[in-house]
């Protein structure tokens, strides 16, 4: 078999960037590991920026994102207890979307008219910087696939960067020594916009799926165990981190989905080696506190695409020689945005008295200064995912 393209992962990344490629004229095959109610199944963030809002029209498959999407003007920060609204189109004109990735995902696999091989086993990258070509079994049967280029969109865990030779790969990590424990609750959300909230027993989040489905999130130390919370437990400790108004009018009920996620900053360089390209959470991994991760995988595909589209239609090689370069530059700013919310909002175990203060003096700094504000506005809304 031959493509010019071999698109491994079929998470949103890799949709994405097949369907761009297809409305180019590119000819790309998806592989996917899992099957497609199995990626379905995945329960992930869904704060949208406008840039990923353009990429979904662009690739003709925003209906029902603008049908059902939420268009939301600001967040909300507490701290102690202590509130502020930061309002994006205030500030900067500029908003978010809340939309679920399940829903992304979803949306990408339902537009899509080329080939997707889901239950694609041991999947193998071959001569990556001659003639590459990629193996895979299914049904017991070996297929092999030439092509002229392999994009890695198989996430953290995946193949492709593993594919790379050690000593042509740079790694830069920071694990955070806590984690998110999740709920999902089919309860209307405790307020109009998502609250982000820094409190002395450990961060809080309260998101949203709809107005009758919500996700909230507090912080737990890293190796927690999810079966070690009740709801009710869960509901005492989120009420506990909230001002007293917002615990007071969270409407709680039986979770649908509870699971603890680690929290982990990586970036791996460079994002090309030959003829493969690694586009998303197979090339980096921000903590979800700033709500990078999505969108940094969108900004990733919407580039390779152009670039890979260059390459074939206009014969330049120009866009996927300076791939790697121009999304690095863009997944730093992504990753010290998503560290500097971290920091902001978590409580470490090893931050003394004076840690604290800081945290405290960096809230009120924030709370009392429209530049701040406006800068954090600007990282929120996707200003540097998208530049
Ligand atoms: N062979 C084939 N497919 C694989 C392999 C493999 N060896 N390893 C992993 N995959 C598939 C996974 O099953 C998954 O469906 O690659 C896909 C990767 O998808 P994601 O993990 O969702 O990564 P990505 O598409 O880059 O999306 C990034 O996901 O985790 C969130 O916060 C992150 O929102 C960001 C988004
Ligand atoms: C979510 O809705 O799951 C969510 C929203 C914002 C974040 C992280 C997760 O920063």
Redesign the pocket.
């Known amino acids: 078999m031959r493509h010019q393209v071999v698109i491994?992962?079929?998470?949103?990344?890799?949709?994405?960037l097949g369907r761009l490629l297809e409305l180019a004229g590119v000819d790309a095959v998806i592989?996917?590991?899992?099957s497609a109610d199995?990626?379905l199944g995945?329960i992930?963030?869904g704060v949208l920026e406008q840039g990923s809002v353009a990429l979904m029209d662009r690739a003709q498959a925003s209906q029902r994102m603008h049908a059902e999407g939420l268009i939301h003007h600001g967040i909300e920060l507490s701290f102690d207890g202590d509130s502020h609204r930061i309002d994006f189109s205030e500030l900067i004109g500029r908003q978010v979307m809340v939309y679920g990735?399940t829903e992304v995902?979803r949306d990408l696999m339902g537009v899509r008219e080329a080939t997707t091989i889901y239950e694609?086993?041991?999947?193998a990258l071959h001569d990556l910087d001659g003639r590459p070509w990629v193996t895979?079994t299914k049904d017991g049967q070996t297929h092999r696939i030439d092509c002229d280029f392999i994009a890695g969109?198989?996430?953290?865990?995946?193949?492709?960067r593993q594919s790379v030779p050690q000593q042509a790969l740079t790694t830069f990590e920071r694990v955070y020594p806590f984690g998110w424990l999740g709920v999902l609750v089919d309860r209307p959300p405790v307020a109009d916009e998502l609250i982000y909230a820094h409190h002395q027993r450990g961060f809080a989040l309260c998101s949203q799926r709809s107005h009758s489905r919500s996700r909230y999130y507090v912080q737990v130390p890293a190796d927690e165990q999810a079966s070690a919370w009740s709801d009710d437990r869960f509901w005492d400790e989120l009420r506990a981190r909230l001002d007293p108004a917002t615990a007071e009018a969270l409407q709680t009920g039986p979770s649908i989905e509870k699971s603890v996620a680690p929290l982990r900053s990586f970036v791996a360089e460079p994002l090309r080696f030959g003829s493969l390209f690694l586009?998303?959470?197979?090339?980096h991994?921000?903590p979800?506190t700033g709500a990078?991760?999505?969108?940094?995988?969108m900004s990733?595909?919407a580039a390779l695409a152009d670039a890979l589209i260059e390459n074939f239609v206009e014969k330049s090689a120009a866009g996927i020689d300076a791939y790697s370069a121009k999304v690095l530059s863009r997944i730093w700013k992504a990753e010290r945005f998503s560290w500097w919310m971290t920091t902001l909002l978590h409580t470490f175990p090893e931050t003394g008295a004076f840690g604290r203060r800081i945290q405290r003096a960096e809230f009120d700094y924030l709370a009392g200064s429209r530049v701040a504000q406006q800068s954090l506005a600007e990282n929120y809304t996707g200003v540097v995912t998208w530049e």
């Open positions: 491994v992962g079929a998470g949103p990344a890799g949709l994405m592989i996917e590991r899992k199995y990626v995945r992930r963030a990735q995902t694609a086993e041991d999947v895979y969109c198989d996430g953290y865990h995946g193949v492709a586009a998303g959470d197979a090339a991994i921000v979800p990078k991760g999505l969108n940094l995988a990733d595909v």
